[in-house]
């Protein structure tokens, strides 16, 4: 699980000729642009290492991460002929969540700092000492007396805007002709570990596409990574560890599927319209159907255990069916007729389902119990937290209208349940997480929220698309969690450091 940290990430790098410092959570974080400050022509350049076309020249000055993270923006450079060069710049936020704030909501009085790595500037053309003449102070960033802008004070810059302007001056003799610098962004985030970048996957159909799930299959050094995502009219997606492909299974496929698993064995199930059961065996290659005996729809599938042989399948009706070979499906009474959208759990013994009308049912390994959560919204998705024992520390569940709920130690059955201000109404039909100060949940107009240990907070997705559900998986490229996100008209999000 990752740590209670939200305090400071540094994003951004620019720099004179080699690599920057590089932050945790990734190599981008490391990349640098090289920047050029024409004194005589009141211009600055920048170059980017990477091969692709650098991404602002002459009067806009880009730097860091290929203009991924941050962008600063200079206009209204001159020089006065004898000592001060002078550049008007802006901030804009091009990550996902807002700056300058700690829970996403309140600004803090800290502001985008904008820091010097080397206090003096590297003369490269004629003579003399260049120094940054008006910086707002200097700090203890990678060093000491590194000199700083600061925007955005007391001020939220949310994703996607543009801060104040600031006039940034140099002293600069009339002998410098060219200078470089080196510059770092440091601000609080509501979500330092956590996804920084959501991309957008090219859509390859325009069903609406409503599970997926990450697998990794064996160890290090060579694990393998496949995915799947399955939606409507029995559209089935794989994922390679690369790019997405449909998938024929042999047969066809009436009516939508709703849910999916995958296990750590191979198998995969898909469940659907008209009770129907999808399956895989050997992680994709070949697949068939199961018997459910129920022609209800079935929405949601999960199984428990590192064998994957325990599954549980909920659907219309107040439908479960249960397995413990994974083959063969026998119906449990619920002791309901709502629909049921979710099913999972930590054990044969604390499995838990929940739909209609704030329904939700605990499983005991003999029989189905009503769970009173206090809420009448429609739940739509959940996920449980345990600690490195194993004992469940706490339940999530989302749903209609924005809601969240959550309950804590004694979990579930007897524990007390309470709804959460999620800052959205909205409805919510997704949710996952990879640690507790490391939640999602996802929704209606292309919803994010994002719990950070301490409250929720949006996070900008760049869609409109209805988001169905989420996944995550461990990058041992990045050394990173990632998020999948799929929804309607076929969107697949990848969340990234």
């Known amino acids: 699980m990752y740590r209670a940290s939200w305090l400071m990430v540094l994003l951004l790098v620019a720099a004179c000729s080699d690599r920057g410092p590089t932050a945790p959570g990734g190599p981008e974080f490391g990349v640098s642009i090289t920047c050029e400050a024409f004194v005589t022509a009141g211009t600055v350049t920048c170059e980017s290492p990477h091969p692709a076309p650098p991404p602002g020249m002459g009067r806009e000055v880009t730097l860091g991460g290929q203009n991924t993270y941050v962008k600063l923006t200079s206009t209204g450079t001159t020089y006065d002929g004898t000592s001060t060069f002078s550049t008007n710049v802006t901030v804009t936020n091009l990550i996902v969540q807002p700056m300058n704030s700690a829970d996403g909501l309140t600004a803090d009085t800290g502001g985008v700092k904008v820091f010097f790595t080397n206090p003096t500037p590297n003369v490269t053309g004629g003579g003399g000492t260049v120094t940054v003449a008006n910086a707002t102070g200097t700090g203890t960033f990678l060093g000491t007396s590194e000199p700083y802008y600061r925007y955005s004070a007391g001020a939220v810059l949310g994703s996607g805007a543009t801060s104040e302007s600031k006039a940034w001056q140099f ?18 985030l509501p979500a330092d570990q956590s996804v920084l970048l959501w991309t957008a996957f090219i859509p390859i159909t325009t069903q609406t596409l409503r599970s997926v799930r990450i697998q990794t299959f064996g160890t290090v050094p060579l694990p393998t990574i496949k995915g799947w995502a399955v939606g409507d009219n029995g559209t089935i997606l794989q994922f ?72 549980f399948i909920a659907g219309t009706g107040g439908v479960i069916l249960h397995a413990t070979d994974g083959v063969t499906f026998s119906a449990l009474t619920s002791g309901t007729a709502d629909s049921l959208f979710i099913t999972g759990g930590f054990s044969d013994t604390n499995f838990f389902a929940g ?63 309470s709804a959460m201000t999620s800052h959205t109404s909205a409805d919510l039909f997704g949710f996952a997480g990879g640690g507790a100060t490391d939640l999602f949940a996802v929704g209606a107009s292309g919803t994010i929220q994002h719990y950070n240990g301490l409250a929720w907070s949006p996070m900008a997705s760049g869609t409109t698309a209805t988001l169905r559900d989420m996944t995550f998986n461990f990058s041992f490229a990045s050394g990173a969690i990632e998020y999948w996100v799929v929804g309607s008209g076929g969107t697949i999000l990848h969340g990234t450091r």
């Open 355 to 417: 739909g209609q009308s704030g329904t939700a049912l605990r499983w005991n390994n003999t029989s189905w119990s009503s769970v009173n959560v206090g809420n009448s919204a429609t739940l739509h998705a959940g996920g449980g937290m345990a600690d490195n024992m194993g004992v469940p520390t706490d339940i999530w569940l989302v749903g209609t209208g924005g809601t969240v709920l959550n309950s804590t130690s004694p979990v579930g059955a007897s524990g007390t349940w």
């Open 171 to 188: 002293n600069c003799p009339n002998t410098v002709t060219q200078f470089r610098f080196s510059v770092l962004v440091t601000t609080k």
């Open 240 to 311: 390679d560890g690369f790019s997405w492909s449909t998938v024929n299974p042999g047969f066809t496929i009436t009516g939508n599927l709703y849910g999916l698993d995958a296990t750590g064995a191979g198998a995969v199930y898909a469940v659907g319209d008209g009770g129907l059961i999808v399956s895989s065996t050997d992680t994709g290659k070949t697949w068939g159907t199961l018997a459910s005996h129920v022609s209800s729809a079935l929405f949601s599938v999960a199984h428990v255990g590192g064998t994957g042989k325990h599954v």
